[in-house]
């Protein structure tokens, strides 16, 4: 570990900053444990604060309710990864139940950002903005697969270069790969919106029959 410290720091004081982020890198990798450990810590001393709350004497009704929903609306937080409050997360758990998991808990946090409660229902909002962006990603994904080719084929196109070009250009191949990658991803919160809202519109219809 230590040995990885000092790279780190000669890496900077010579302004290899490639080097350096490479050695950050690999001691998040290192100490991704640790680093779990202390965000789950933090999650249970959240609850454990929450439950401290609840045993405070004289306390309003409303104040004891309000702190009775944090409590609740914390642990479906930790069970699902979806920040909601109440009413939304009463919504979300009729849907998951009505769907009978075909919508799963992973769907809806992934397309959290266009779920919304109306009239008490949960409904999915997709706007013209959001459908512009999905295509957009699309195309910029697709010209950055065809640049990352580019630089894959380099090897073969010119043969004399050396080790080291040669492996600059597979990195240079490999990280606009990963950025495409990344850069597609963007695209799966609006298609499980898409995917929900089909769901939704077969409930609501077999509901009224």
């Not at 900053?17 to 991704?32: F, H, N, Q, R, T």
């Not at 397309?111 to 903005?129: A, D, M, P, Y």
């Not at 990352?148 to 250009?169: C, E, R």
């Amino acid at each position: 570990m230590m040995d990885i410290i000092d790279k780190l720091l000669d890496s900077l004081k010579n302004g290899n900053y490639s080097i350096a982020l490479i050695l950050v890198m690999i001691l998040l990798i290192i100490k991704s444990k640790d680093i779990y450990k202390v965000y789950q810590e933090f999650k249970k001393q959240k609850i454990e604060r929450l439950k401290e709350l609840q045993t405070i004497d004289n306390l309003d009704e409303e104040t004891k309710t309000f702190i009775k929903d944090s409590l609740n609306n914390e642990v479906f937080y930790q069970l699902t990864g979806i920040n909601a409050d109440k009413y939304l997360k009463n919504n979300l758990i009729k849907v998951y139940e009505s769907s009978k998991g075909i919508i799963t808990y992973k769907d809806l946090k992934i397309s959290q950002r266009f779920l919304k409660i109306e009239n008490n229902v949960l409904t999915i909002e997709i706007k013209t903005g959001d459908k512009i962006e999905e295509w957009f990603n699309i195309f910029i994904s697709i010209i950055l697969i065809i640049i990352a080719s580019y630089f894959f084929s380099i090897p073969s196109l010119l043969p004399n270069l050396k080790l080291l070009q040669v492996g600059l250009a597979l990195f240079i191949g490999i990280f606009i790969y990963l950025f495409a990658g990344f850069t597609i991803a963007q695209t799966f919160p609006i298609r499980k919106a898409k995917k929900i809202k089909v769901i939704l519109e077969n409930l609501t219809k077999q509901s009224s029959q």
